[in-house]
């Protein structure tokens, strides 16, 4: 079992930072890939970001290239998402997840989110 708190979300303007944490308990967090979601009132949630558990690896959806970065320290059990140049698109609600069969598709385990609001 692995639980995920989220933290770091806030109101920001746009064109400034934020740093998401995502603080996970749990023997076998480090063992697992993870990834960062997001979604807005009334729409779908959509992928951000994943890292590989060692970190070496990632991937971005397009609008996320450039702008965030997603790390993880396994030391902390904790992954980051870093989000700088905020539009107010962004604004939404994020999600860190992860799970034994990321891989595929499958998170199996979710935080409870934090808001992020990017003001105009």
């Known amino acids: 079992q692995v639980q995920l708190v989220e933290s770091g979300g806030g109101l920001v303007q746009a064109g400034g930072s934020l740093r998401l944490s995502c603080a996970a308990s749990?023997?076998?967090?480090?063992?697992?890939?993870a990834g960062w979601f997001r979604q807005v009132p009334g729409k779908e949630r959509e992928f951000v970001a994943d890292?590989?558990?060692?970190?070496?690896?990632?991937s971005y959806v397009d609008f996320a290239k450039g702008r965030f970065t997603i790390s993880r320290d396994n030391a902390k059990d904790t992954v980051y998402l870093q989000m700088n140049s905020l539009k107010p698109e962004d604004t939404a609600v994020y999600y860190c997840?992860?799970?034994?069969?990321?891989?595929?598709?499958?998170?199996?385990?979710w935080g409870q989110g934090t808001q992020v609001t990017v003001s105009s």
């Open positions: 890292i590989s558990w060692s970190g070496f690896s990632s």
């Open positions: 997840a992860t799970g034994p069969h990321v891989f595929r598709g499958e998170y199996t385990y």
């Open positions: 749990g023997r076998t967090f480090s063992n697992y890939d």
